[in-house]
T-cell receptor, first 114, second 110 residues
Framework: DAMVIQNPRYQVTQFGKPVTLSCSQTLNHNVMYWYQQKSSQAPKLLFHYYDKDFNNEADTPDNFQSRRPNTSFCFLDIRSPGLGDAAMYLC?????????????FGPGTRLTVT | GQNIDQPTEMTATEGAIVQINCTYQTSGFNGLFWYQQHAGEAPTFLSYNVLDGLEEKGRFSSFLSRSKGYSYLLLKELQMKDSASYLCAVRAGAGNMLTFGGGTRLMVKP
């Protein structure tokens, strides 16, 4: 089945230790997104790629970076995680951004910072 | 910016009907989505409205009034498995990005 895959599902890192979360998709969608979702809050868009074009949200901290080496894979790098970065990180894809393209979400990676 | 409001929590009884409201203020509106999210899992797509009116999909229906900045999700014949958070998300602006509301946590009781 075509899907969005995130690895690992659970990640524990230490305060200040760089961590990378990965996302892959078999849908061949040209847009990939990274969201941060803290407990009982709405998902918050961090950035997205339209093909190779990177689009950063204005309020995304510099601590967060992303790479998309090819259509299928996208990575979220957190350079120096703080305790406030503990959250669920959701990857999503869509086949374009206009009507009626919906976003398909992966299962998420829950990040714990100790 | 965009402002999306929905109730934080609702409780309903198995077999009943529940309506979850969402109001929004935005510019460049280009569609409204409803997603279901079970605890600890990813959101899953439920419905999409871009024109005024009611979209029906089995037990779930979604309504949109663009002039009022208002939508609702209607769940019929509630089942225990419908206990989840329901997220209203608006697509707007030049980039057509989604902005999510805080979600409504629905608890279905026997």
């Amino acid at each position: 089945d075509a899907m969005v895959i995130q690895n690992p599902r659970y990640q524990v890192t230490q305060f200040g230790k760089p961590v990378t979360l990965s996302c892959s998709q078999t849908l061949n969608h040209n847009v990939m997104y990274w969201y941060q979702q803290k407990s009982s809050q709405a998902p918050k868009l961090l950035f997205h790629y339209y093909d190779k074009d990177f689009n950063n949200e204005a309020d995304t901290p510099d601590n967060f970076q992303s790479r998309r080496p090819n259509t299928s894979f996208c990575f979220l790098d957190i350079r120096s995680p703080g305790l406030g970065d503990a959250a669920m990180y959701l990857c999503a894809t869509s086949d374009g951004t206009g009507i009626p393209y919906e976003q398909y979400f992966g299962p998420g990676t829950r990040l714990t910072v100790t | 910016g965009q402002n999306i409001d929905q109730p934080t929590e609702m409780t309903a009884t198995e077999g009943a009907i529940v309506q979850i409201n969402c109001t929004y203020q935005t510019s460049g509106f280009n569609g409204l989505f409803w997603y279901q999210q079970h605890a600890g899992e990813a959101p899953t797509f439920l419905s999409y409205n871009v024109l005024d009116g009611l979209e029906e999909k089995g037990r779930f229906s979604s309504f949109l009034s663009r002039s009022k900045g208002y939508s609702y999700l209607l769940l019929k014949e509630l089942q225990m498995k419908d206990s989840a958070s329901y997220l209203c998300a608006v697509r707007a602006g030049a980039g057509n990005m989604l902005t999510f509301g805080g979600g409504t946590r629905l608890m279905v009781k026997p």
